[in-house]
């Protein structure tokens, strides 16, 4: 008996232990539930967007092997298809999934750390879903990589990384003794410490070198120069990135960065507990996104040319997705916030963005911030499990 009375409160204290482990994604899965009823509240029972046509952007992890297939293989068929943007502006692209980093160099400047960073990139996303179905015959929808759920378990429990024949390939090869990438921010006259961005060496470093992107060839950038990571790079013919610069593709997968900036707490505490624009916008970015670009590392860790991996595209759906949710949570103030000026950072200084500045995607129609400010009420019609 008195052996059992003291399991007991051991028993009880387990319980909790397991109780705090699952409140997180139990809390997360409420505010999704909230986001998708108040979505399709606000949908018409007849129009362009409808119940009836909602596209599911959905996990890759709950995809089934063959729709993982597709997908592989409408970006692999990207990379074969001719490039269509205008030769004068990116001599280098080869192909149309080219053209997407392309404009991504080109605009890098004014879309990053601005007041366009999430709509830009939602129209972005969205372009690169119609060309893989449109293109490329994928019937599904771009998946989203949830960092959180991931950031505390091994990088090869992913089915989206592990390097499986059904992965988006996995880690680049480990080189060791390596000092990190040494990254100027692309600012006009930086100074050395303020612009600079540092990232520690991680467990790759080197070329991928399984999956089904082994062969993976990069063309455009870099831009931003990147010393001491044992891999060398070469530079691009052009200062802009633009010219044709053949290589493979170097990862550098570091958990610690995501479970550091995109755990269940620092998304969480950004869909519950900010409620502005401003202060969302700033912490996001340097938060879970940069987060999520630094666990890839490799090319990520230049900010222009990190759409050149085809993970750049899961990360940037979980960056809509949870703009969308937190968008949703208060549609009336939310839906049209928008805040930050035309430049990074506002360098140079530049006038506030509004929402009907004009975003320019090169090998598509320009559209307005307004227009990209909705998933279901515009050019879209999507809402994410
Ligand atoms: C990963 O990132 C953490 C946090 O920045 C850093 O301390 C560590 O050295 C990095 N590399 C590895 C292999 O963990
Ligand atoms: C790391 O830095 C040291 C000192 O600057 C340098 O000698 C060495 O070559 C660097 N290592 C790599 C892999 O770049
Ligand atoms: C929101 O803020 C409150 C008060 O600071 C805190 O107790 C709570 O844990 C936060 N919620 C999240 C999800 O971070
Ligand atoms: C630009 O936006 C900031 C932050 O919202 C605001 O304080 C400032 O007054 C705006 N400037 C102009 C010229 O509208
Ligand atoms: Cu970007």
């Known amino acids: 008996m008195l052996l059992f009375s003291s399991f007991v409160p051991a028993i009880v204290a387990f319980l909790l232990i397991i109780a705090r482990i699952d409140a997180n994604p139990a809390i997360m899965r409420r505010l999704v539930n909230e986001y998708q009823s108040t979505t399709r509240r606000g949908l018409p029972n007849q129009g362009a967007c409808t119940r009836h046509n909602l596209a599911v952007r959905k996990e890759w992890s709950t995809l089934d092997i063959l729709t993982r297939k597709s997908y592989i293989n409408a970006v692999?068929?990207?990379?074969?298809?001719?490039?269509?943007?205008?030769?004068?502006?990116?001599?280098?692209?080869?192909?149309?999934?080219?053209?997407?980093?392309?404009?991504?160099?080109?605009?890098?400047?004014?879309?990053?750390?601005?007041?366009?960073?999430?709509?830009?990139?939602?129209?972005?996303?969205?372009?690169?879903?119609?060309?893989?179905?449109?293109?490329?015959?994928?019937?599904?929808?771009?998946?989203?990589?949830?960092?959180?759920?991931?950031?505390?378990?091994?990088?090869?429990?992913?089915?989206?990384?592990?390097?499986?024949?059904?992965?988006?390939?996995?880690?680049?090869?480990?080189?060791?003794?390596?000092?990190?990438?040494?990254?100027?921010?692309?600012a006009l006259n930086p100074t050395p410490d303020a612009f600079a961005f540092f990232t520690p060496p991680g467990t790759g470093g080197g070329y991928i070198y399984s999956g089904p992107l082994k062969n993976w060839q990069l063309h455009l950038g870099p831009v931003v120069d990147q010393y001491d990571n044992g891999q060398p790079v070469p530079?691009?013919?052009?200062?802009?990135?633009?010219?044709?610069?053949?290589?493979?593709?170097?990862?550098?997968?570091?958990?610690?960065?995501?479970?550091?900036?995109?755990?269940?707490?620092?998304?969480?505490?950004?869909?519950?507990?900010?409620?502005?624009?401003?202060?969302?916008?700033?912490?996001?970015?340097?938060?879970?996104?940069?987060?999520?670009?630094?666990?890839?590392?490799?090319?990520?860790?230049?900010?222009?040319?990190?759409?050149?991996?085809?993970l750049f595209w899961f990360h940037h759906a979980q960056v809509d997705r949870i703009w969308s949710i937190w968008q949703s949570r208060d549609l009336g103030t939310r839906e049209f916030a928008i805040d930050g000026t035309q430049t990074l950072f506002n360098i140079p200084p530049s006038p506030n963005a509004t929402l009907d500045d004009l975003m320019p995607f090169d090998f598509s129609p320009p559209i307005t911030v307004r227009e990209a400010m909705s998933p279901t009420k515009g050019l879209y019609c999507y809402i994410y499990d």
């Open 76 to 186: 692999k068929c990207l990379a074969r298809l001719p490039s269509t943007i205008d030769p004068l502006l990116a001599p280098g692209a080869r192909s149309r999934f080219d053209d997407f980093t392309a404009t991504h160099i080109i605009n890098t400047l004014t879309i990053h750390g601005t007041g366009s960073f999430f709509a830009w990139h939602r129209h972005f996303l969205y372009l690169f879903e119609k060309a893989l179905r449109e293109e490329c015959g994928y019937t599904g929808y771009q998946p989203y990589w949830e960092w959180s759920h991931w950031a505390n378990q091994p990088t090869s429990a992913n089915p989206l990384y592990d390097g499986s024949s059904t992965s988006l390939s996995g880690n680049g090869r480990y080189i060791p003794n390596r000092n990190g990438t040494f990254q100027l921010l692309p």
């Open 235 to 310: 530079r691009n013919p052009r200062p802009d990135g633009l010219g044709y610069n053949p290589r493979g593709m170097i990862r550098d997968f570091n958990n610690t960065i995501l479970q550091r900036r995109a755990s269940w707490p620092v998304v969480l505490g950004l869909l519950v507990n900010v409620t502005d624009i401003a202060p969302f916008q700033i912490l996001f970015f340097s938060g879970p996104h940069a987060g999520g670009h630094t666990f890839i590392s490799g090319i990520d860790n230049d900010l222009f040319t990190s759409p050149g991996d085809p």
